[in-house]
């Protein structure tokens, strides 16, 4: 629950509720638009020159079909009011969601962790050199 009903504000950026999944009740000054616009709620009313936004709505189930805007092989969640994310389902990972398998990890990090090393010892001996002749 959020009351931001007392202060001198004219409008809110909606990326300002980005991730607010549990942000169920908002009041807000009569002129402020609910986050996400009507659609993003499932109550909206004006009272006593009060704005209550009540319940999000998940815009992923508008239609109560996946969202269109995901690519194929991801999944959509809300992600805060008018907002929502596509995750990639089990299996895939990638851009879109487009390589099938886990990610590769011994050939992503091995040589990262090698050179590492290697550079690391190539450092401390030259280093090493320059202790000893002080």
Not at 39 to 54: A, D, H, M
Not at 63 to 91: D, I, K, R, V
Request: proline share 6%; with cysteine.
């Amino acid at each position: 629950m959020i009351d931001l009903s007392l202060n001198p504000i004219v409008n809110i950026s909606e990326k300002v509720f980005l991730g607010f999944l549990g942000l169920n009740y908002m009041i807000l000054p009569q002129d402020v638009v609910c986050p996400g616009g009507n659609v993003s709620w499932q109550k909206v009313e004006v009272k006593q020159g009060k704005r209550l936004c009540k319940g999000q709505n998940n815009m992923c189930n508008q239609t109560g079909q996946m969202s269109t805007n995901c690519p194929e092989h991801s999944l959509c969640g809300p992600y805060g009011p008018g907002f929502f994310e596509c995750s990639c389902a089990e299996n895939y990972q990638g851009y879109k969601c487009l390589r099938q398998g886990e990610f590769p990890a011994v050939e992503v990090f091995g040589p990262l962790a090698a050179s590492t090393v290697v550079i690391s010892f190539l450092v401390w001996v030259t280093q090493r050199r320059k202790a000893k002749s002080l």
